[in-house]
């Protein structure tokens, strides 16, 4: 397990707690939009990996070990810029 693997497995729960949407799906369905602990979790490995909104979403398309503990497929990750609007 890498060090980026442990602190997402850590920093998911925390999300779920804080955002009170556990339960929910962390992709969109039928045109919803991104769980909030989904956003939050990406928000954090952002600035754990000190990196652009881009250069994070293009890391998180090659490690879907990472997107799979938020509950995303790498298909499914929001746009640099829907996570820098979040």
């Known amino acids: 397990m890498t060090q980026i693997s442990r602190f ?10 804080v955002t009170g949407d556990g339960d929910e799906s962390a992709a969109p369905q039928g045109g919803g939009g991104f769980a909030d602990y989904a956003l939050v979790s990406l928000h954090c490995l952002r600035i754990y990996l000190d990196t652009s909104y881009r250069m994070t979403i293009d890391l998180l398309k090659e490690m879907p070990q990472i997107t799979g503990e938020i509950g995303l497929d790498t298909a499914d990750l929001p746009s640099p810029s829907t996570l820098c609007k979040a």
């Open 8 to 17: 997402t497995g850590e920093i998911v729960p925390i999300a779920q707690v």
